[in-house]
């Protein structure tokens, strides 16, 4: 059974920074292109970043360029996402996601096969 864990959400103040974990079981993820999502409360589900196997390239959205980026742990089978220089507008549910292709589109959150149960960050003074 696969079963990815998020996990470091919490609240923060603004300008602050935190780092999110996504364990898996069940697949390893190094296998695996890897997709960061987030949900506000009655908003869609949207992108954050995701990084391909290909290449090792991370694509970003606007809103989180040049504050957050993506790392991978292989040998505990976990990646990370760090988000420095958080603002209030980036309030969410975090979820991260694997998809088993070698490309990735944060933009299409439909691709993805295993989902992560979230981890809530909320930025607040």
């Known amino acids: 059974q696969v079963q990815l864990v998020e996990s470091g959400g919490g609240l923060v103040q603004p300008g602050g920074s935190l780092r999110l974990s996504c364990t898996a079981s069940?697949?390893?993820?190094?296998?695996?292109?890897i997709g960061w999502f987030r949900q506000a409360p009655g908003k869609e589900r949207v992108g954050v970043l995701c990084?391909?196997?290909?290449?090792?390239?991370?694509h970003y959205a606007e809103s989180v360029k040049g504050r957050f980026t993506m790392s991978r742990d292989n040998a505990n089978n976990t990646v990370y996402l760090q988000m420095n220089d958080l603002k209030p507008e980036d309030t969410a549910l975090y979820y991260c996601a694997a998809v088993g292709e070698p490309w990735c589109d944060y933009g299409d959150y439909s691709r993805y096969n295993y989902w992560g149960q979230g981890t809530q960050v909320t930025v607040s003074s």
């Open positions: 069940g697949i390893t993820l190094n296998h695996y292109s």
């Open positions: 990084h391909a196997i290909s290449y090792g390239s991370t």
